[in-house]
């Protein structure tokens, strides 16, 4: 079965701009979260979706923003790039809320 | 949240059992004990979670103190493909997809 899957796998992109990052659950999975890793740091969670709807969300600003749709696939919206939005950002889908998660390799977005 | 600890680092040597601690003295009733690994340059993996009791599975074993503020998780026979980050995570009620990572351990596996 094919797992997690991201993308772009890399993106550059300029302070001020914007971002779209994509993730597609496994076959099944109906809760896709997401997360951001900065380089030499555990990863932190940004939201967490279950068919379509919104979870929770964790202690990111507004520019953040995500969505699922009816397939389950899911995309991350980041507004106003800063430097500081420089990270790996990792997908994890599971198959119910509180199962066990799987991550993708993660998307890693340098904003210059 | 309720926070762990964890060594930064340990090292170990290949074939050989491995004990990765970790310390929670603040957990609930309710917390449930999640691990994850992250090998270079991947995302991270689930290993094992467990609430009370001590839990096996194919990847490893979860032993948790009776008073739940500590757990143990066991590599049976460590191999070099084991050398990653591994973190130990509490979790609220088994909300397992709205997980708060520390910095974790990283172990090193010598052949």
């Known amino acids: 079965d094919a797992g997690v899957t991201q993308s772009p796998t890399h993106l550059i992109k300029t302070r001020g701009q914007q971002v779209t990052l994509r993730c597609s659950p496994i076959?099944?999975?109906?809760?896709v979260s997401w997360y951001q890793q900065v380089l030499g740091q555990g990863p932190q969670f940004i939201f967490q979706y279950y068919e379509k709807e919104e979870r929770g969300r964790g202690n990111f600003p507004d520019r953040f923003s995500a969505r699922q749709f009816p397939n389950y696939s899911s995309e991350l919206n980041v507004n106003a790039l800063l430097l500081g939005d420089s990270a790996l950002y990792l997908c994890?889908?599971?198959?119910?809320?509180?199962?066990?998660?799987?991550f993708g390799n993660g998307t890693r977005l340098t904003v210059t | 949240d309720a926070k762990t600890t964890q060594p930064n680092s340990m090292e170990s040597n290949e074939e050989e059992p491995v004990h990765l601690p970790c310390n929670h003295s603040t957990i609930s009733g309710t917390d449930y004990i999640h691990w994850y690994r992250q090998l270079p340059s991947q995302g991270p993996e689930y290993v094992i979670h467990g609430l009370t009791s001590n839990v096996n599975n194919r990847m490893a074993s979860l032993a948790i103190a009776e008073d739940r503020k500590s757990s143990t998780l066991i590599l049976h026979r460590a191999t070099l493909r084991d050398a990653a980050v591994y973190y130990c995570?509490?979790?609220?009620?088994?909300?397992?997809?709205?997980?708060?990572f520390g910095g974790g351990t990283r172990l090193m596996v010598k052949p």
């Open positions: 995570i509490l979790s609220y009620n088994n909300a397992g997809n709205m997980l708060t």
């Open positions: 076959s099944g999975h109906k809760s």
């Open positions: 994890a889908s599971s198959l119910f809320e509180g199962s066990p998660l799987h």
